[in-house]
């Protein structure tokens, strides 16, 4: 059976934003994720590999980015002179600041703050003549003829004396000398703003504090034959800093817990009883929450049977029985899905996904439980799932599949598929599963299907009228796309049929009756968790490293 | 229940303790309670129920079988709040047996009651106090084993108390060999698990770290035991590798630090292993930090100090962790005398074998103003350590001739040195002047003008064998290329008397340095002369005594050294001449099979013949009599003696007429 793969939509992933340049993007696990959980790499990416832009003309890089060199340039004026060593300090005395041989070359990116903790290790390949390496961070546009730490915004380790060089061309005595073989790791605490280096995994103390943001990792290189590899992560450091992570985590928690809070807030048992009760009644749990309201002395602000109601639609819908779901809203609450087409087009089109599924049929056909039965034929996976939150009627009413072997019929083979009208996106694949072949139940199995198809139109009808909007139209392409697989549950698109999908659609439907009642549409406990999550966001946004210690949901979880 | 409050005079609570007396049980027993309930929280009451002499009808209580276990419960309960009050009161508690017959119930009391835990607890509060009665608790293989299978099985709060009272009580290597073989080392290690998820609890892990760590001090076969122990998948090192961590309670990382600090001393670690080189050692130096407390940096400080004491390796990695010698500069100016302690032994330590870390520790943080400090605190325990700091300092030639004039750091230590101080002190206070003395240390002058030759004749008279070779090194190092006067105060001062008794020392060592200060005396023509003619018996009589005595060869040839500067002066040389014992030695030794002593006697041989000066002729031809032409000339066709061809050419060629 042919696969259009073209008719693919987006899956919505994040991958393929990664920078060009960079290719090193490992096929295992990502080390990187690991260590920094909560930077959004989409707003701000890890540096990853050294950029071949922002580097001096000196520098050479090889292995995906990592390996720097140095190649000096061409002869000219300005060319530092080969002399002793004596008089190369006489030299550079003379000659200031300007070390003209000097280079260095910065990372893609900066350091999100959202690492909490960023750690790099460089490890000396060789130390070539003079051995003038600078290990650092520095600003964007800070001159790259220099070595890190000579100008503003610029912070360096110095192999050659061992001094830490703080935006200034004269060093503080900081550390031993490093050289050939050594591993030189640089870490920034984005909590207290400072940078701390280790030597072959010992940790040296700390360098530099009243770090500014946004800093890039950087070396330096001043003579030739220095060459430097770089492990931002991508590989095991030789320093623990899972330690250090571990004990900032543990900061970090104590400071939550022990935040001062004024007393007329400080009455916990109250607060979350309120949390709790609220919770329950929000998403219908409807016994629980009376249960808990009889102990605790919490009111109830609605109507039981109006709970009620909503824990049926709600079961409905996470049963997959979408359609069901749709007719008792519009006989409870009249009106609803009428004001809001947004809403139902998002039904809609989850009926539709559960048509596919075999979950959802017309609540007039087939008895009360309906025939779960796919329309597609599959071989591959048994049909059994559930997310555990209802037991799914459907599955236990007959979840029997057709089990037939994908048979290779070479008269539909070569031929171009026309496409379904009116399914723009559509192929006549299906039309290829259209049961003429089938033997037994075949006019059922048609049946079903041309009722799936004259959904899927009056679907597309639908989502012509609504305000031409991205979401809609990736949602029904991402949809209708199940079409175009012989099994569409192991198709790339086959994440829509889980039935835990099922939930947002759950919860916008018992939101939306929640607000047409005059309630809250979320629950005081969702709202404070997004509260969080969103603040974290914003701490991320204006630097301040310590949202990334803050895992909220350990917190939740204790 | 009769009514009371905290603030209940003697007079009133009379009646309830008359009743403690009685025999009817109920009585007793509400007695007891009253009791208890009183002195709970008073350090006023309890002094007033001891004073009341009631200890030994309550260590009656708990201690006879036939009693009902709630009386016995309860008076042993009393008793453990008792040993919370004031020291006084502990004392008092100790003094009436309190701690033995709390030992001895234990051996009875069923495992796991509610008995066993109070007694414990209040074994656990008497053995907190300084000094604990050790002796209450035998060595007793059959309660060691009981009391390990209490800090084993036991609940947690029985556990806790045993291991506190066991780490206390294991002082010695008896201590540490017996606890050892009842198991406790499994014990700790099963103290020592953090469940995942779980907050670490000091109160739980510092006992059994100090158990451990007691148990391992300088102890090779008990840490040799706790290497290879293990609890679940994990050795006592691993538990000890995860306490260390950055997450874990300071107190905690500390006391995990120091165990391991300890297994590495005691030899079962090897100094690179990796949990002391990225365990112990980065923790420690972390603790030594400013944001710790005064008194976690200070015994950080000193458990890295010895983790340090000999491994080069582990200096120069501890001299680049962390800043460790700005936090230490920044410890000795703590006020408390064992921050300031730990901080000079750690640059002590760290200062020891390498001249880098001694100039960084010099130059880079200005510790010569404190080490001065530290000499004239009158804490023993702070002079002592900036004394071993100095020491340590000593070492760099260079620091001799600056630094430390530029701090006459010799004024403090003379002070020291002349103040009765202890042995410790006089030992390493004497290993120090040894240093400064040092020819090239511009401190030797003012040092003399402080009764230095005085001080250190009296050290060679000392008991203690490293006392009298510090003495007589000093005093060796003084006399080289120093002037006449200071020789001769030298010899005064030393008298010959006692030059003889240090030729006769037990220690060959005092011996050789003996001999050496002779030599050193014994330099320069002038010198030489002026010596010898006031002691010239006594030197020869010095040089003869070596010579026939049963020596080593070094010994030996230090003494024909002597000779060999005698045989330079100009009017000594007679004095040799004139001894034909001497010089019939002098022959022997040039045919001697140790090659050493040949070129020795060689050396004096050369000088005595030497030409063109007065009497040259006769000297070798009295020399030749005796034997000394044939003896050069057979040393000259010796094949083993090539290398001192050159030597005893030069000697031959002097006996021009003869050859």
């Given at each position: 059976m042919k696969l259009r793969k073209s008719e693919m939509a987006a899956i919505g992933s994040g991958r393929g934003t990664m920078d060009s340049q960079n290719q090193v993007q490992s096929d295992t696990v990502d080390r990187l994720k690991l260590l920094y959980p909560n930077v959004n790499e989409e707003e701000t990416p890890l540096p990853r590999a050294w950029s071949t832009k922002d580097k001096f003309s000196y520098i050479g890089l090889s292995q995906n980015n990592l390996r720097v060199h140095y190649k000096g340039g061409t002869q000219g004026p300005g060319r530092r002179p080969h002399l002793p060593y004596l008089h190369l300090r006489l030299w550079m005395y003379r000659h200031g600041k300007t070390h003209r041989d000097a280079a260095s070359v910065r990372a893609t990116h900066p350091i999100p703050a959202a690492c909490g903790l960023y750690y790099f290790e460089v490890r000396i390949v060789s130390k070539g003549r003079d051995g003038y390496m600078g290990i650092g961070l520095s600003a964007h546009g800070v001159n790259m003829n220099r070595l890190p730490g000579w100008d503003k915004h610029s912070y360096g380790y110095h192999g050659d004396d061992g001094h830490s060089f703080c935006s200034s061309g004269t060093g503080q005595p900081y550390g031993p000398t490093f050289t050939t073989g050594d591993v030189i790791g640089c870490g920034v605490n984005l909590v207290d703003n400072t940078c701390f280096y280790t030597k072959n995994g010992h940790h040296l103390g700390i360098a530099f504090r009243g770090l500014p943001p946004n800093l890039y990792p950087t070396v330096g290189l001043q003579t030739p034959g220095e060459v430097v590899d770089t492990n931002f992560g991508q590989q095991p450091f030789v320093f623990d800093i899972e330690d250090m992570l571990k004990e900032l985590r543990a900061r970090t928690r104590v400071a939550i817990d022990e935040f001062p809070l004024p007393d007329e807030q400080g009455q916990w048992q109250q607060v979350l009883h309120r949390m709790v009760s609220t919770y329950l009644v929000h998403h219908g749990y409807c016994s629980t929450a009376q249960a808990f309201s009889r102990a605790t002395g919490q009111p109830i602000d609605e109507d039981i049977a109006s709970i009620k109601n909503r824990q049926r639609v709600s079961k409905l819908v996470l049963a997959g029985r979408v359609g069901e779901a749709v007719e008792t809203t519009r006989r409870l609450w009249p009106g609803l899905l009428e004001r809001d087409p947004d809403l139902l087009f998002l039904l809609k089109c989850r009926q539709f996904v559960e048509m596919v599924n075999g979950t959802d049929c017309e609540a007039s056909e087939d008895g009360a439980n309906g025939v779960a039965t796919s329309v597609i034929s599959h071989t591959g996976r048994p049909h059994k799932r559930s997310n555990g939150v209802a037991a799914d009627a459907a599955e236990e009413g007959g979840g029997r599949d057709v089990d037939m072997a994908p048979a290779a019929n070479g008269d539909h083979e070569d031929e171009a598929l026309p496409l379904v009208k009116g399914m723009p996106g559509v192929t006549a694949s299906v039309a290829a599963l259209l049961p003429d072949r089938f033997e037994a139940d075949a006019s059922s199995q048609r049946a079903s299907v041309e009722r799936m198809l004259a959904f899927g139109r009056e679907l597309y009808a639908m989502s012509q009228k609504l305000s031409q909007d991205l979401y809609h139209k990736s949602m029904l392409e991402d949809a209708f796309s199940l079409l175009a697989y012989s099994n569409p549950w192991d198709s790339p698109v086959g994440w829509q049929l889980e039935p835990v999908r099922r939930e947002a659609v759950c919860d916008a439907l018992n939101s939306a009756i929640l607000e047409s009642q005059g309630m809250q549409w979320s629950s005081p406990v969702e709202a404070c968790v997004s509260h969080a999550r969103s603040l974290l966001r914003r701490m991320s946004r204006a630097s301040l490293g310590a949202c990334a210690f803050a895992d909220l949901s350990a917190l939740l979880a204790r | 229940m009769q009514q009371f409050t905290v603030f209940m005079d003697i007079e009133s609570s009379r009646s309830y303790i008359d009743e403690l007396y009685s025999s009817d049980a109920v009585k007793v027993m509400e007695a007891l309670v009253t009791l208890k309930n009183s002195v709970i929280g008073s350090n006023r009451q309890k002094s007033s129920v001891i004073s009341q002499g009631v200890v030994p009808r309550l260590l009656q209580l708990m201690s006879e079988e036939s009693l009902d276990p709630n009386i016995r419960l309860e008076a042993t309960i009393t008793i453990g709040s008792l040993a919370k009050g004031t020291p006084e009161n502990i004392d008092s508690l100790i003094e009436k047996g309190t701690a033995t017959a709390l030992v001895e119930m234990l051996k009875t009391v069923p495992l796991g009651s509610k008995l066993a835990e109070a007694a414990l607890c209040a074994l656990r509060s008497i053995f907190s106090h300084k000094p604990a009665p050790v002796d209450a608790l035998p060595a007793d293989m059959r309660l060691l084993t009981r009391l390990t299978q209490i800090a084993r099985e036991d609940s947690q709060e029985a556990r806790t108390s045993v291991i506190r009272v066991l780490a206390v009580w294991c002082s010695g290597t008896v201590e540490q060999e017996a606890l050892t073989c009842a198991g406790a080392c499994s014990a700790a290690a099963a103290m020592l698990v953090v469940p995942p998820r779980s907050v670490p609890s000091p109160s739980?892990?510092?006992?059994?770290?100090?158990?451990?760590?007691?148990?391992?001090?300088?102890?090779?076969?008990v840490a040799q035991v706790a290497l290879n122990t293990r609890h679940g998948d994990k050795s006592i090192p691993e538990l000890l590798m995860c306490l260390v961590s950055r997450d874990k309670p300071l107190v905690v990382a500390l006391k995990a630090a120091k165990c391991l600090t300890f297994l590495q001393r005691a030899g079962a670690l090897p100094a690179d292993d990796s949990r002391i080189v990225f365990g112990a050692l980065p923790c420690l130096a972390r603790l030594c930090t400013k944001e710790n407390t005064e008194d976690i940096r200070a015994s950080a400080a000193e458990v890295l100090a010895y983790l340090t004491e000999v491994d080069t390796s582990l200096q120069r990695l501890a001299a680049i962790s962390n800043h460790l010698m700005s936090s230490l500069a920044d410890i000795v100016n703590c006020q408390s005398a064992a921050a300031k302690q730990g901080a000079f032994k750690c640059f002590a330590s760290l200062g020891a074998n390498d001249e880098d870390i001694r100039k960084m520790i010099i130059e880079t943080h200005g510790l010569m103003v404190h080490v001065v400090n530290g000499l004239n605190n009158p804490d023993p325990c702070v002079s002592l350590a900036a004394v071993r700091c100095l020491h340590s300092l000593s070492r760099s030639v260079q620091?001799?001739?600056?630094?430390?004039?530029?701090?006459?750091?010799?004024?403090?230590?003379?002070?020291?040195?002349?103040?009765?101080?202890?042995?410790?002190?006089?030992?390493?206070?004497?290993?120090?002047?040894?240093?400064?003395?040092?020819?090239?240390?511009?401190?030797?002058?003012?040092?003399?003008?402080?009764?230095?030759?005085?001080?250190?004749?009296?050290?060679?008279?000392?008991?203690?064998?490293?006392?009298?070779?510090?003495?007589?090194?000093?005093?060796?190092?003084?006399?080289?290329?120093?002037?006449?006067?200071?020789?001769?105060?030298?010899?005064?001062?030393?008298?010959?008397?006692?030059?003889?008794?240090?030729?006769?020392?037990?220690?060959?060592?005092?011996?050789?340095?003996?001999?050496?200060?002779?030599?050193?005396?014994?330099?320069?023509?002038?010198?030489?002369?002026?010596?010898?003619?006031?002691?010239?018996?006594?030197?020869?009589?010095?040089?003869?005594?070596?010579?026939?005595?049963?020596?080593?060869?070094?010994?030996?040839?230090?003494?024909?050294?002597?000779?060999?500067?005698?045989?330079?002066?100009?009017?000594?040389?007679?004095?040799?001449?004139?001894?034909?014992?001497?010089?019939?030695?002098?022959?022997?030794?040039?045919?001697?099979?140790?090659?050493?002593?040949?070129?020795?006697?060689?050396?004096?041989?050369g000088n005595l013949v030497w030409r063109g000066e007065a009497g040259a002729a006769a000297r070798q031809q009295r020399l030749a009599e005796l034997g000394l032409l044939r003896a050069l000339k057979l040393l000259r066709a010796s094949h083993h003696a090539a290398h001192l061809h050159d030597k005893v050419k030069t000697a031959l060629a002097q006996f021009n007429e003869f050859t």
């Open positions: - | 739980r892990l510092v006992p059994a770290l100090e158990l451990l760590a007691a148990m391992c001090f300088k102890n090779p076969n620091q001799l001739r600056t630094t430390f004039q530029d701090h006459a750091v010799w004024k403090p230590l003379m002070q020291l040195l002349n103040d009765s101080p202890g042995p410790e002190l006089l030992n390493v206070g004497s290993s120090t002047l040894c240093n400064l003395l040092l020819e090239f240390s511009p401190a030797k002058e003012p040092m003399l003008d402080q009764g230095a030759v005085e001080m250190l004749c009296n050290l060679t008279k000392m008991s203690d064998p490293a006392l009298r070779l510090n003495g007589i090194w000093a005093l060796m190092n003084m006399a080289f290329q120093a002037e006449q006067k200071v020789k001769q105060r030298i010899l005064c001062c030393l008298g010959t008397e006692q030059m003889f008794r240090l030729l006769g020392d037990s220690d060959t060592r005092v011996i050789m340095k003996m001999l050496g200060l002779l030599r050193n005396l014994l330099s320069t023509r002038q010198h030489i002369d002026a010596i010898m003619s006031e002691y010239s018996s006594q030197v020869m009589q010095a040089v003869i005594v070596v010579l026939e005595g049963s020596y080593p060869a070094e010994v030996k040839e230090q003494a024909l050294c002597i000779l060999g500067n005698i045989g330079d002066g100009e009017k000594s040389k007679d004095l040799i001449m004139a001894n034909e014992d001497v010089l019939r030695k002098l022959v022997d030794y040039l045919a001697h099979p140790e090659s050493k002593l040949q070129e020795a006697a060689l050396f004096v041989a």
